[in-house]
């Protein structure tokens, strides 16, 4: 509890800094280079991993995610027979802005914290899958550990009744949201690449990039 407490007030910190220095203008939130790691951390008490979900290939930053400085902490769990299992905790600092220029007066700029945990099941050798426990109305997020690619994604499928919102009101649920891969999105990765792209272009989250 202290650990998530303690990280919880360095995202507000973090935050809060970067709402002065911006002017309250979203556009180009880049992640301090405290947060520079990359792809996924193991140790004996689970999996640790730390970066922003974004979509893989897609220039266009109107169909990116809102901006997410998200923590996920994957514990080792032991039920009463002495079965492991791994329970994950995904901690995001969400960011968006309405539409219109940046006015320090009349801020547009959000910010919020969301949590969610996943129970893990490894349905292939290297590969672990959890559905979010408290799923939406419209969809089911699905939280994917790849070992083998040190990578993590984030999916989505429809819940059972999002056919039936659809029909009582059309349009109530839409498109899925695309997968999302968890990336690297300080500046550091992009200097030490020598690349010229705004900071909310985020380079992927791999072992490569050290």
Do not use: W
């Not at 266009?60 to 997410?68: A, C, I």
């Not at 492991?84 to 959000?110: F, I």
């Not at 290297?126 to 939280?143: D, P």
């Not at 083998?148 to 109530?172: C, E, H, L």
């Amino acid at each position: 509890m202290f650990i998530r407490d303690a990280f919880v007030a360095s995202l507000l910190g973090i935050f809060g800094y970067i709402s002065t220095a911006c002017a309250n203008s979203c556009a180009n939130v880049v992640v301090l280079g405290s947060f520079d790691e990359s792809g996924i951390q193991e140790s004996e008490f689970g999996i640790y991993a730390f970066g922003t979900f974004r979509i893989e290939g897609e220039g266009d930053e109107d169909k990116q995610p809102m901006f997410n400085l998200t923590k996920i902490n994957c514990e080792k769990q032991l039920d009463d027979i002495g079965k492991v299992s791994l329970e994950c905790k995904v901690t995001a600092a969400v960011v968006s802005a309405n539409e219109g220029k940046p006015d320090p007066d009349h801020p547009n700029c959000l910010i919020d914290l969301d949590f969610s945990e996943y129970s893990m099941k490894e349905l292939q050798k290297g590969v672990l899958t959890g559905v979010e426990n408290n799923t939406s109305a419209c969809h089911n997020t699905m939280l994917t550990i790849d070992r083998n690619a040190k990578r993590v994604y984030m999916s989505f499928t429809k819940t059972k009744d999002a056919d039936k919102y659809d029909k009582i009101r059309p349009g109530t649920c839409g498109m899925l949201p695309p997968t999302q891969v968890l990336m690297n999105c300080t500046a550091y990765p992009r200097i030490r690449k020598n690349l010229q792209t705004p900071p909310r272009y985020c380079d992927f989250s791999s072992s490569s990039d050290k």
